[in-house]
């Protein structure tokens, strides 16, 4: 096999692999995004646990035959960067849609969340959900509210005289 070959067959197994060791896969175009704003986004999105990268869709498309989501193949056309999430795949989600508003140039095409193959339009509902943490404070919340109620309700008996200490 020639050199160039080689390299291809390599740069393949590089993105099975990052599939492979990532929770999640997000695809943006970015036609029109200047290398000064990709290196913004690649560095931010480092802080959390994700991996961005750029490669051609067909050597994509090459490592997807491997993972059974060639229904992604659908959506790559054009030029196009390969977020990994290798951490948290909802935060760095979240941060992605956060540099789609920033930079209007980046905009999201379809994604592999949860083993599943979705749309734009879903990786954009999904970004709304709240984070594994801001769902316990939530729940916390609301566990504590009846007490907190209760509480309050008895301290203001005991303030109009109705109830003593």
């Known amino acids: 096999m020639s050199?160039?070959?080689d390299a291809k067959?390599?740069?393949?197994?590089?993105?099975?692999?990052?599939?492979?060791?990532?929770?999640?896969?997000?695809?943006?175009?970015?036609?029109?995004?200047?290398?000064?704003?990709?290196q913004v986004?690649?560095?931010?999105?480092?802080?959390?646990?994700?991996?961005?990268?750029?490669?051609?869709n067909r050597l994509v498309k090459q490592a997807l035959k491997s993972n059974d989501n060639q229904s992604l193949n659908?959506?790559?056309?054009?030029?196009?960067i390969f977020v990994f999430a290798k951490e948290d795949d909802l935060s760095s989600l979240k941060a992605l849609v956060k540099f789609?508003?920033?930079?209007?140039?980046?905009?999201?095409?379809?994604?592999i969340y949860e083993n599943k193959v979705v749309?734009?339009?879903?990786?954009?509902?999904?970004?709304?959900?709240?984070?594994?943490?801001?769902s316990l404070m939530i729940l916390g919340n609301s566990l504590l509210a009846p007490i907190r109620n209760l509480a309050i309700g008895l301290n203001e008996l005991v303030k109009q005289g109705k109830v003593s200490e």
Not at 74 to 80: R, T
């Open 119 to 134: 749309d734009a339009k879903t990786l954009l509902e999904i970004s709304k959900l709240p984070s594994y943490e801001e």
């Open 41 to 56: 986004i690649r560095r931010e999105l480092a802080k959390h646990g994700v991996l961005l990268k750029v490669y051609k």
């Open 3 to 5: 050199a160039l070959r």
């Open 74 to 80: 659908d959506f790559l056309v054009g030029q196009n």
């Open 9 to 38: 067959v390599l740069v393949v197994d590089e993105i099975a692999k990052n599939l492979n060791e990532s929770k999640a896969l997000y695809v943006a175009a970015y036609k029109t995004l200047d290398v000064a704003a990709l």
């Open 100 to 111: 789609q508003k920033d930079f209007p140039a980046l905009e999201l095409v379809a994604g």
